[in-house]
């Protein structure tokens, strides 16, 4: 069996090729790569990432040169005297960039009329290979797999973001709405989230783009067993994130049929109704095959606002549905906190304009820490979850409902309870859910019933027969 290479290995080499543009050989990589490596082996890698066509191969023998393929190449454009605006510098500063990454900034810096016009590159999705091509490195999935894994091995899907599903609604609204120029603030969120009040001076669109992020963080955790890459949770995620946002009232979950330009850009999307859809398929697919759910996330972050398969509203669904795999596998979610709105949208244009995502992965992965530091402090603010009362959540709302808008007593609830468990529990569980919810019945009050959906009329009456039954 031929022994696997490490991805940091092939991505030392790849990083070489790419920065000559005009062809490199075998020589010439050699006395680049650091730490060196035998011949046949640099061979034997080069090989490799010929044949996942990560890099191209031109002529052979001593003679043969190694470039990026035709996806990858930036336009043939000097950018080395393109001078560094302020904001961009103090950006560099708040996020480590890179030098490729800072190279895309200085090219993008540049006027528009300066870079070269680009349409959609086919090549740049097709020739993606899940779980052999990567957009982060070994090293990066390791270390965002530590950083992003709080302590709920084997719950059930969106467990975790439904512990901080409060928190999320609002970080996520914001950060998202705010990276496409949404003008509310924080304390704005906030309110219209938890209190339904829209701020003064705002245009309606602005709220509905919040309560959209809402509503769709929702159906995304709520569904958690049931989300995937795949055309119900994109396309009705999408249709979600436009609500009454876009001038066809069809055209929301629905994927595009007409061309869009993109503003401040040179790159023009596909305008092929029949080409999108199959794009749009394959993008699902290999999104699906992926076993990595940080490459899973970037990957989508990548090629979903690429391919702009819908007629607005693109990012705001690759930002959420870079979420699906953190949701299904109680990772932290990714909320975007303090990433500068330019540095993201060069990042977008890094890959529309030169169909490459190092910025991109540059951004994902200084947000993610991030965001993973955040929902760990909320965690332990929070408090451990007990897995026990966690998987029984549903049962013992069912259970204390029951017993209060059934008016019953100690004695009655004592007997509802034992039959219940042992007609809908396994043994092993069903001494400890009793004990559970005769517990919460004894610690009901009236600042704690609203949480199991009953009304204070129908509290007010059962705890007076409680009560009685507690003097007798």
């Known amino acids: 069996m031929a022994k696997a290479i490490k991805e940091d290995d092939l991505a030392a080499i790849e990083a070489i090729v790419r920065a000559h543009p005009e062809g490199i050989s075998v020589a010439e990589i050699a006395d680049a790569l650091k730490p060196p490596v035998a011949r046949r082996t640099l061979q034997y890698r080069l090989k490799s990432l010929v044949k996942a066509r990560r890099i191209a191969a031109e002529g052979g023998g001593r003679g043969a040169k190694y470039r990026m393929p035709a996806a990858a190449k930036a336009p043939e454009v000097t950018v080395e005297n393109a001078p560094v605006a302020p904001e961009a510098a103090a950006e560099e500063e708040a996020v480590p960039l890179l030098p490729a990454s800072k190279e895309i900034r200085r090219y993008l810096s540049q006027p528009l009329t300066t870079r070269k016009p680009v349409g959609y590159n086919r090549e740049f999705l097709e020739s993606y290979w899940p779980n052999e091509t990567f957009y982060l490195s070994e090293a990066q999935r390791a270390h965002l797999a530590q950083v ?5 091995a084997d719950q059930a899907a969106g467990t975790y973001a439904k512990q901080i599903l409060n928190r999320l609604l609002i970080d996520l609204s914001w950060n998202s709405s705010r990276l496409e120029g949404n003008t509310y603030s924080l304390l704005d969120t906030k309110r219209l989230i938890e209190l339904g009040e829209a701020a003064e001076g705002r245009d309606r669109p602005e709220a509905q783009m919040i309560v959209n992020h809402k509503d769709a963080i929702e159906f995304l955790v709520n569904d958690a067993e049931g989300i995937g890459f795949n055309r119900y949770t994109i396309l009705n995620l999408h249709g979600i994130l436009a609500q009454n946002l876009l001038p066809d ?14 503003e401040k850009s040179t790159f023009h999307p596909l305008e092929l109704p029949q080409l999108i859809e199959e794009h749009f398929n394959l993008l699902l697919e290999k999104a699906a095959a992926l076993q990595d759910p940080f490459e899973q996330a970037l990957f989508v972050m990548v090629q979903l606002p690429y391919l702009q398969p819908f007629d607005d509203v693109n990012k705001r669904v690759s930002r959420l549905t870079a979420n699906i795999p953190f949701i299904k596998r109680n990772l932290s979610p990714l909320s975007f906190i303090d990433v500068p709105r330019a540095l993201y949208t060069d990042a977008i244009l890094g890959v529309y304009e030169l169909n490459q995502p190092d910025l991109l992965r540059d951004v994902f992965v200084w947000a993610y820490e991030r965001s993973a ?7 332990q603010s929070l408090g451990e979850p007990d897995p026990f009362r966690v998987k029984h959540k549903a049962a013992l709302r069912q259970i204390v ?7 019953m007593d100690r004695k009655a609830a004592a007997a509802y309870i034992a039959s219940w468990v042992e007609k809908n529990l396994p043994e092993a569980d069903r001494e400890k859910f009793r004990d559970m919810a005769e517990s919460e019945l004894l610690s009901l009050h ?20 409680w009560s009685e039954g507690s003097r007798s």
Do not use: C, H, T
């Open 148 to 152: 992003g894994k709080p302590n709920f």
């Open 249 to 262: 009232p069809s055209a929301p979950g629905r994927l595009r049929r007409m061309g869009v330009g993109i």
């Open 401 to 407: 409902g029951d017993v209060v808008r059934g008016r």
């Open 373 to 379: 530091a955040r929902y760990a402090a909320v965690q």
């Open 446 to 465: 009236e600042g704690n019933f609203a949480r199991y959906q009953i009304r204070p009329s129908e509290f007010a009456a059962w705890q007076q027969v």
